[in-house]
């Protein structure tokens, strides 16, 4: 099976900076396009950033479009995502996400084959 590990979150003040880190294993990782997606309390679970298998695009959502930055290294089957200037609205379990064979990149959960378990962000004012 594939496996994705998420790992870098934690309990920051509003303004801080987190480094979010997935790493793959178990598969042909340079196939792959890669996403973030995050799930706050009491919501649906939304797209975040995407990039695509040889880092040529990326994709993000208005929100976080200034502030995020999505990243990877294939040859170290990684996948980042740097956050800065973390709002209190960023707080939720963000979750990484592999999709194969896919032309273009998507926003949507359907076109994620596999998951990882997700990694808790929360941001005080």
């Known amino acids: 099976q594939v496996l994705l590990a998420e790992s870098g979150g934690g309990l920051v003040q509003a303004g801080s900076s987190l480094r979010l880190v997935c790493a793959a294993s178990?598969?042909?990782?340079?196939?792959?396009?890669m996403a973030w997606f995050r799930q706050a309390p009491g919501k649906e679970r939304e797209f975040v950033a995407a990039i695509k298998w040889n880092s040529d695009s990326t994709d993000y959502i208005d929100s976080v479009k200034a502030r995020f930055t999505i990243s990877r290294d294939n040859t170290k089957n990684t996948v980042f995502l740097e956050m800065n200037s973390l709002k209190p609205e960023d707080t939720a379990v963000y979750y990484c996400a592999a999709a194969v064979g896919l032309p273009a990149l998507k926003r949507d959960i359907s076109s994620y084959a596999y998951w990882g378990q997700g990694t808790q962000v929360i941001v005080s004012s």
């Open positions: 178990r598969f042909l990782f340079e196939r792959y396009n």
